[in-house]
């Protein structure tokens, strides 16, 4: 990761209110260390993933982190089998 600025944390938060209270995102959650972000979301649907991935303030802050927040990031969609 680069340096984190306010506006990352403000567009964060805004963006995880908008997931879990409009895309149907379930949970969503992060975690830092060093220069190292992991953050995983649980979604009802691919279609509710799909949809997330299209909206437009999200796009625009992909763009933003890959220009200054962050040097490299992947995007994995898993679905769990069992968990306990």
Same mark, same amino acid.
């Given at each position: ?8 944390? &403000?567009?964060?938060? $805004? $963006?995880? @209110?908008? +997931?879990? /209270? &409009?895309?149907? #995102?379930?949970?969503?959650?992060? $975690? #830092?260390?060093?220069?190292? @972000? *992991? +953050?995983? /979301?649980?979604?009802?649907? $691919? ?5 997330? %991935?299209?909206? +437009?303030? %999200?796009? +625009?802050? &992909?763009? *933003? ?12 969609? #898993?679905? *769990?089998?069992? /968990?306990?």
């Amino acid at each position: 990761m680069n340096t984190l600025d306010q506006q990352y944390f &403000q567009t964060a938060q $805004l $963006l995880r @209110e908008k +997931a879990l /209270s &409009q895309f149907n #995102c379930q949970k969503f959650e992060s $975690l #830092c260390e060093n220069d190292v @972000e *992991i +953050a995983l /979301s649980y979604w009802n649907t $691919l279609a509710d993933i799909q949809a997330w %991935h299209k909206d +437009a303030e %999200h796009q +625009a802050a &992909q763009r *933003i982190g890959k220009q200054q927040w962050y040097k490299k990031f992947s995007v994995e969609i #898993c679905q *769990i089998q069992k /968990s306990y």
